[in-house]
């Protein structure tokens, strides 16, 4: 009897687990159908209140078609909250939140609506982006996401800590990978700060975002982490970035250990790679100057490209009112909102004209006009399937090579190369 | 004779059936129902899925999608044993569970002792003892990281003492001090089952010993090492049991399993790739091995501290 009940239980349960299939939601919803939709906007403050005025603007006008805003649940990530909503058939029609890296994922589960599907969608999207918006479609070549706003990163600097350093505060060398390790070094000799430059170094799939990749895009002159199905990450400019930030955890000028604040904010850090939110945050505290981010040879402002830290909009499969979903991602998205949420935010909408079109803006703004220059020469994460794996996967050679400096870094790439090859192979 | 005529009289024909599906106390049934039914749906059906899980090639899905899930036999399970880092997950589990549960034993047992005697203060004691263990790890960890990076508080006491690179950037000191920091938080808990189990051990025992010229320490040996035999037994198959589903430490304490992933657990593991990176079945193989294991060594532990 001790072991049958067991037994029974694992047999009932298994018996539960075959009997179960996929059912419910129509996955070939109307995409004309219209009606009340529910909509998740980022819990970021400036965002919410963007998002709040815009679905005011929309409900005055539509009365039949009131839109409910709600602020993404609270989870580890976005990400997994959405890949939950989707699993459970009870995502929103709309989500204005959507990492670019997590469409593969969520297009595999069944979980996202091709854009294509509605008149003039392409269209819109290629007119509103221009050629930016080629690597936000999937590998079928649809869109399974509306390119919405990035947040470029450039490295910021504080000003006073340059000067503590002895180093040109206005314009501190940071355009070469020679000049930025001797500028750095010179920050951490003379105790201006505890850290030149202090990217987290912890070994999440995202945190290559925000060292390595912006460098990477910026010294192949826009490549991807992958193309054409194949690793770029161990290619000689691969290896320049990852010798370079070597050498900046090796000096001790990056430090390996996390920090719990704010680095640069608190002073521990001279420099940080950041997006335009920063101006918001640190201008009543920091005087603070902008760089592209360096690369080996040192490269004209205006011809350096770097990662866009995009977050996107895309309409998920549950939603039946399509024809309004649809409808609101493009008011949601029209030249008056993405001038709101510029205003609002910061953030720059991914348009090809931002810099003339909201004019009056960067006049009165200057701060984030190298932002909004910066912002027409980005370049987003892979559109690959198993996209967080190759992360992952890249994450954890960067680590065992760089940070640590375990292997060397060609052998560390070259192993995580091959991996990615047949991870982005797969279907 | 008259015990069998008599059982005979009383057991009617037509209740053999009943009694025989429902037993002698029907209404018993009845009470254990609810958590019957909390143990099929909570941890059977959940088990069972995740068994069926690991031998298909599945991913999760929207209600109403298409989608192909075959029957991959063992290939995640290949594909998890041939995964370097799943490997060094385990390794480093042991490593944790080698250090954490003789650690929590011994600790537990001692402090229950000392917290068993009328001493001043006893009751403050017992509650600072048990704070940790209700406390958001959250909180604590953040305590942690103040005492325990570079810069922190013990290696400022410790001066050229201090390990380099610090604890938390160590490869070979994060689990050890991640082991500590569970068998500290969770201390409170496990002194109270000794405490309980304390409470059963009769005085004469200690009396006798005492007559008999027993030192404290051949009393504690003797008398209530083996008194408590049973508690420690709970302790350790708990310790084990719940060090082996580690995961909020290495994801707080160490970002994520660091340094390299030397603070990686088959928990965090499972975290990365079924929700993550999308891969349930490789997840569900990860954690069919890690129940097989922890069930393997509780029973190993359980016959070993049980045995006389």
Redesign the interface.
Known sequence: MKRTVPAALLVLSLGLTSACSDGGSDAEADSSAKGPITIWLSNNKEELAWGTAMVEAWNSQHADQKVTAQEIPAGKSSEEVIGAAITAGNAPCLIFNTAPAAVPQFQKQGGLVALDDFEGAKGYIDQRTGSAAEQYKSPDGKYYQMPWKANPVMIVYNKAIMQKAGVDSENPPLGTYAEFLDTSRKIKSSGAAQAAIYPSPTSQFFQSWFDFYPLFIAETGGKQLVEDGKAQLNSAEGQRVAEFWKTLYAEGLAPKEQYNGDSFGEGKAAMAIVGPWAIAVYSDTIKWGLKPVPTSAGKPAAETKTFSDAKNAAMYSSCQRRGTAWEVLKFATSQEQDGALLKATGQMPLRTDLTATYADFFTQKPAYRDFADQAGRTVEVPNVPNSITIWQTFRDAYSESVIFGKRPVADAFGDAAQKVDGLAGQR | MSVRLTRGTHQHPGRRPVTALLGRHPVGLALIAPYAAF??LVF??????A??ISFHDY?????????DRPFVGLENYRAVIGDP?VRQAFGNILVFLLINVPLTAVLALTLAVALNRSIRGRTFLRVAYYVPYVTASVAVV?VW?FLF??DGLVNRVLGPLAPD??W??N?TLAMPLIAVFVAWKQLGFFILLYLAALQTVPKELYESAAVDGATAWQRFRSVTVPAVRPATTLVVILATITGANLFTEPYLLT???????ASTSPVLLMY?RG?????PDVAAAIGVLLVVGVVTVSMINRRLLERP
């Open positions: 143990i099929v059977a059906y959940p088990l069972g899925f068994v069926w991913f999760f899905a929207a209600p109403g999608a298409q989608v880092g953040g990281l990076s570079s690179p610090s938390l950037v490869e970002g994520g399993g660091g340094p390299n992933g990365q929700i993550e990176q999308g891969a």
